[in-house]
């Protein structure tokens, strides 16, 4: 069975200040995924994330993935207010692109 | 173009109860899956549909059932409804549910908030 791990489950940061987000999963896949939630919301796709090595930014965000030891990190840059919400990763199991495993989730508050 | 469509986005029940969900994919999209979340914790895989057929199910108990019709919307349903069946249920569609690049992407609905008292 699939497991997936993020850490922290809860980040509290100054608005200017970077970190990064961890995800590790148990068993091989081909695809990573990082979705944005904001509260009583629905998700967001942040990144799609396909081969070794890859790495993907956004803004002040900045995905990569390493399936090798299966761990993908999303990495916050100069962080503002507005990034504050819940990120998720998701690994895709047994090639299913609906079938997705979920993190627990980083609950990222940003301050002033 | 609209997006994956939910109805109803909220919704009282009483425990014991029946409830059904219902999901529009976006125009196109062929596989639709039933993800279950819970206040504070990441979704849940329940089911994933393509051309009507179950194609994967997660560890859910046979409360839950689902199907899928030939326009591709897809009813989520749960029978002897319970305290912990309280969540937002999301559902997520895309092209095809196995391939390459172009059709990797799942989308999400806004989900339905359900609440069970």
């Known amino acids: 069975e699939l497991k997936v791990e993020q850490n922290p489950l809860f980040l509290s940061m100054q608005e200017g200040k970077n970190y990064t987000i961890y995800c590790n999963y148990s068993?091989?896949?081909?695809?990573l995924y990082w979705y944005r939630q904001d509260p009583g919301k629905s998700l967001e796709s942040l990144f799609v994330?396909?081969?070794?090595?890859a790495v993907k930014q956004e803004g002040r965000l900045m995905a990569s993935l390493d399936t090798k030891a299966r761990l993908s990190t999303l990495h916050i840059t100069a962080a503002v207010h507005d990034l504050s919400a819940t990120y998720f990763c998701?690994?895709?199991?047994?090639?299913?692109?609906?079938?997705?495993?979920f993190g627990a989730g980083t609950r990222l508050t940003v301050k002033p | 173009d609209a997006g994956v469509t939910q109805s109803p986005t909220h919704l009282i029940k009483t425990r014991g109860q029946h409830v059904t969900l219902r999901c529009s994919p976006i125009s196109g999209h062929k596989s639709v899956s039933w993800y279950q979340q819970v206040l504070g914790q990441g979704p849940q895989f329940i089911f994933q549909y393509y051309e009507k057929e179950e194609r994967g199910r997660g560890n859910f108990p046979d409360r839950f059932s689902a199907r899928q019709f030939p326009n591709y919307s897809s009813e989520l349903n749960v029978n002897a409804l319970l305290l912990g069946d309280s969540a937002l249920y999301l559902c997520?569609?895309?092209?095809?549910?196995?391939?390459?690049?172009?059709?990797?992407?799942?989308?999400f609905g806004q989900g339905t908030r359900l609440t069970v008292v």
């Open positions: 997520a569609s895309s092209l095809a549910y196995r391939g390459s690049l172009g059709n990797t992407e799942a989308f």
């Open positions: 998701a690994v895709r199991y047994r090639y299913n692109n609906n079938d997705m495993r």
């Open positions: 994330l396909l081969s070794n090595g």
């Open positions: 068993t091989t896949s081909d695809r």
